[in-house]
Antibody, heavy 118, light 111 residues
Framework: EVQLVQSGAEVKKPGESLKISCKGS????????IGWVRQMPGKGLEWMGI????????RYSPSFQGQVTISADKSISTAYLQWSSLKASDTAMYYC???????????WGQGTLVTVSS | QSVLTQPPSVSGAPGQRVTISCTGS?????????VHWYQQLPGTAPKLLIY???NRPSGVPDRFSGSKSGTSASLAITGLQAEDEADYYC???????????FGTGTKVTVL
């Protein structure tokens, strides 16, 4: 059974750093892309970027380029989403997904709620 | 703001048919890229509903169907049920953004 299991909710202060994780299981982690999707409170879905764990090829949506870092450790089948300096506007639910070649996400993680507040 | 536009809300009585539109442009849907649809029940992660314009993953009822024409796509729900009350999002690839984009989302209310 394919599963994407994300790390737990986080509460941080503005300016702090953060790295959340997504562990894939039930499939060959290095053979599929992993992506991240943001959903701000009461808002829609936003595609942030993707990484191919097999060779670490990473692509960011223009709105998120330079704002976050996507990485992966294939030895432990885990992808990461990282911030170096959080802002209040980073408060959102973040989902990891498994995009197929034509773009659709067939599996979703349960989501990680990130709250940034002073 | 998203490059794929959906109506903010649609509603229907149980048993009725509702449709949700997803309007794009020549850099996404009109360029021939596939459209996919997701259902997000309250408080849960989105779930794939339709992929490749009109294909249903295993387990998705055939009450849900998708179509695409020109620069737009549509999701139809026939025999509307109370459990269909959720937010629905379309998704496609946009060549000007060089990446995937979601629609603005539509809330379906069962009256």
């Amino acid at each position: 059974e394919v599963q994407l299991v994300q790390s737990g909710a986080e509460v941080k202060k503005p300016g702090e750093s953060l790295k959340i994780s997504c562990k894939g299981s039930g499939y060959s982690f290095t053979s599929y892309w992993i992506g991240w999707v943001r959903q701000m409170p009461g808002k829609g879905l936003e595609w942030m970027g993707i990484i191919y764990p097999g060779d670490s090829d990473t692509r960011y949506s223009p709105s998120f380029q330079g704002q976050v870092t996507i990485s992966a450790d294939k030895s432990i089948s885990t992808a990461y989403l990282q911030w170096s300096s959080l802002k209040a506007s980073d408060t959102a639910m973040y989902y990891c997904v498994r995009p197929r070649n034509s773009g659709y996400a067939d599996y979703w993680g349960q989501g990680t709620l990130v709250t940034v507040s002073s | 703001q998203s490059v794929l536009t959906q109506p903010p809300s649609v509603s229907g009585a149980p048993g009725q048919r509702v449709t949700i539109s997803c309007t794009g442009s020549s850099s996404n849907i009109g360029a021939g890229y596939d459209v996919h649809w997701y259902q997000q029940l309250p408080g849960t992660a989105p779930k794939l509903l339709i992929y490749g314009n009109s294909n249903r993953p295993s387990g998705v009822p055939d009450r849900f169907s998708g179509s695409k024409s020109g620069t737009s796509a549509s999701l139809a729900i026939t025999g509307l049920q109370a459990e269909d009350e959720a937010d629905y999002y379309c998704q496609s690839y946009d060549s000007s953004l060089s990446g995937e984009v979601f629609g603005t989302g539509t809330k379906v209310t069962v009256l």
